[in-house]
């Protein structure tokens, strides 16, 4: 049996008479999940950060749980209601654009696995992101093959479109290599210490060292608006796979082996004995390349320019942009004071001090979630809602 807290439960729970199984006062707020009531916000009267304890209705017993991913700044007023039984979406009164909206995850596939892995009650936070970004793109081939090349083009032809997703390893750098620009090198045990701990989206053990892209990699690239790319090995790309982040895979081939060879000897980045793996490695990874289902594309590196207008013709670089004709997503800070009311998969939210101050925040098409950031959040004012959108509720 946990320790019940300093507070009761009842106590904290203002009536809202909202039907939405929401319940708030002040810091805290409360919301039933099945045979569970989430508290969420200052919970310990402490920390800045918003803290979570679970009540088991039916033997009353408190939990702390394990509460994974970057957890939101405190805020004055929370407001909270569950969505289709298996997250908790909360607003932050008072709060910008982008720190206004929360997702507390108590029953997604992630969590069930984590809870899983951990034997604990687990709960994981995903900020929400109003609008949409581009997939991040998974770049894989055999060493040498050329993929750090066709990347830097890319990037320096569209550097604002495109940011890199920096690895950690345990490989000692290169010469011309910079720590937290190629890669965070890191030390074996602070990494396996990192991956336990669930900073990492995937990792995979590479030719005889530790790689892995962490969870905040992906999400700095995404929240500076830019669409990822990711140069990770085949079992990366497998791993990415099957997580909750879509993207798009692709795969790079040599013309042969002889060419990787001499690639490989012409970078002269290797010794003889690490060069070596990397070509006995290749052949497991062009045959697990091949693989059906894996890779998206299959794109082979022969002549590099050649190689390189496939790749942009594939991502639609070499079409019209059509960006200036797409509006900007509408993005509004959240009021202190404010009202919130659930209408199917959209949540009208009503300011207090300004009743003509509405907006819609519409969760129809949500992507993403934890492990990183929710989202597809659209928002827009009501009055655009009532003029002639109210059909699709
Ligand atoms: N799974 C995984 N693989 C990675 C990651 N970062 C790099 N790799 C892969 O590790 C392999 C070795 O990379 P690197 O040491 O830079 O050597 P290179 O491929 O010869 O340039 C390559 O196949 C990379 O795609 C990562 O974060 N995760
Ligand atoms: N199409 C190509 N033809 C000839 N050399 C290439 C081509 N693409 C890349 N290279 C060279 O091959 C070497 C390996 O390329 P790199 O981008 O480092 O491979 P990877 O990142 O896949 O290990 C580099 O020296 C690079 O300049």
């Given at each position: 049996?946990?320790?019940?807290?300093?507070?009761?439960?009842?106590?904290?729970?203002?009536?809202?008479?909202?039907g939405l199984?929401?319940?708030?006062?002040?810091?805290?707020?409360?919301v039933?999940a099945?045979?569970?009531?989430?508290?969420?916000?200052?919970?310990d009267?402490?920390s800045?950060?918003?803290?979570?304890?679970v009540?088991e209705?039916s033997?009353?017993e408190?939990?702390?749980?394990?509460?994974?991913?970057?957890?939101?700044?405190?805020?004055?007023?929370?407001?909270?209601?569950i969505?289709?039984?298996?997250?908790?979406?909360?607003?932050k009164?008072?709060?910008?654009?982008?720190?206004?909206?929360?997702f507390l995850?108590?029953?997604?596939?992630?969590?069930?696995?984590?809870?899983?892995?951990?034997?604990?009650?687990?709960?994981?936070w995903s900020?929400?992101v109003?609008?949409?970004?581009?997939?991040?793109?998974?770049?894989?081939?055999?060493?040498?093959?050329?993929?750090g090349?066709?990347?830097?083009k890319?990037?320096k032809?569209?550097p604002?479109?495109?940011?890199?997703?920096?690895?950690?390893?345990?490989?000692?750098?290169?010469?011309k290599?910079?720590?937290?620009?190629?890669?965070?090198?890191?030390?074996?045990?602070?990494?396996?210490?990192?991956?336990?701990?669930?900073?990492f989206?995937?990792?995979?053990?590479?030719?005889?060292?530790l790689?892995?892209?962490?969870?905040?990699?992906?999400e700095?690239?995404?929240?500076?608006?830019?669409?990822?790319?990711?140069?990770?090995?085949?079992?990366?790309?497998?791993?990415?796979?099957a997580?909750?982040?879509?993207?798009?895979f692709?795969f790079?081939?040599?013309?042969?082996?002889?060419e990787?060879?001499?690639?490989?000897?012409?970078?002269?980045?290797?010794?003889?004995?690490q060069?070596?793996?990397?070509?006995?490695?290749?052949r497991?990874?062009?045959?697990?390349?091949?693989?059906?289902?894996?890779?998206?594309?299959?794109?082979?590196?022969?002549?590099?320019?050649?190689?390189?207008?496939?790749?942009?013709?594939?991502?639609?670089?070499?079409?019209?942009?059509?960006?200036?004709?797409?509006?900007?997503?509408?993005?509004?800070?959240?009021?202190?004071?404010?009202?919130?009311?659930?209408?199917?998969?959209?949540?009208?939210i009503?300011?207090?001090?300004?009743?003509?101050?509405?907006?819609v925040?519409?969760?129809t098409?949500?992507?993403?979630?934890?492990?990183?950031?929710?989202?597809?959040?659209q928002?827009?004012?009501?009055?655009?809602?009532?003029?002639?959108?109210?059909?699709?509720?």
């Amino acid at each position: 049996m946990g320790e019940a807290p300093a507070f009761i439960v009842d106590d904290l729970l203002g009536d809202y008479p909202n039907g939405l199984g929401l319940k708030s006062k002040g810091h805290q707020t409360a919301v039933d999940a099945g045979h569970k009531t989430y508290v969420i916000g200052d919970t310990d009267g402490e920390s800045a950060l918003i803290g979570v304890k679970v009540l088991e209705k039916s033997t009353g017993e408190w939990i702390i749980p394990a509460v994974l991913g970057t957890k939101p700044q405190s805020s004055k007023r929370l407001s909270a209601l569950i969505l289709n039984g298996d997250r908790i979406l909360i607003l932050k009164g008072g709060s910008a654009h982008d720190d206004c909206f929360w997702f507390l995850e108590v029953d997604t596939p992630f969590v069930r696995e984590q809870r899983n892995k951990l034997g604990t009650e687990v709960v994981a936070w995903s900020r929400g992101v109003v609008g949409d970004t581009k997939m991040p793109i998974v770049i894989s081939g055999p060493s040498g093959v050329g993929k750090g090349t066709l990347i830097a083009k890319l990037m320096k032809e569209f550097p604002s479109t495109f940011g890199f997703s920096v690895s950690h390893t345990t490989r000692a750098p290169r010469e011309k290599e910079q720590n937290g620009v190629h890669y965070h090198f890191s030390e074996r045990s602070v990494m396996e210490k990192e991956i336990s701990s669930g900073k990492f989206l995937e990792f995979a053990s590479v030719h005889g060292n530790l790689y892995g892209t962490s969870v905040e990699a992906v999400e700095v690239v995404a929240d500076a608006g830019k669409r990822c790319i990711l140069d990770i090995d085949v079992q990366g790309a497998r791993s990415v796979r099957a997580s909750s982040l879509e993207a798009i895979f692709i795969f790079i081939c040599p013309p042969s082996f002889e060419e990787l060879e001499k690639r490989l000897r012409a970078r002269g980045t290797e010794t003889e004995e690490q060069m070596q793996k990397r070509l006995r490695n290749a052949r497991a990874e062009l045959e697990q390349g091949k693989a059906p289902g894996l890779f998206d594309h299959i794109l082979v590196n022969d002549d590099l320019e050649t190689c390189y207008k496939s790749l942009k013709k594939l991502l639609g670089l070499d079409q019209v942009v059509h960006s200036i004709l797409e509006s900007a997503p509408l993005l509004v800070n959240l009021p202190q004071d404010h009202s919130v009311s659930k209408i199917g998969q959209k949540i009208v939210i009503g300011s207090k001090e300004a009743s003509e101050n509405r907006f819609v925040l519409d969760l129809t098409s949500l992507k993403g979630g934890a492990p990183g950031r929710t989202r597809g959040l659209q928002m827009y004012s009501s009055d655009s809602w009532s003029n002639g959108l109210n059909g699709h509720i």
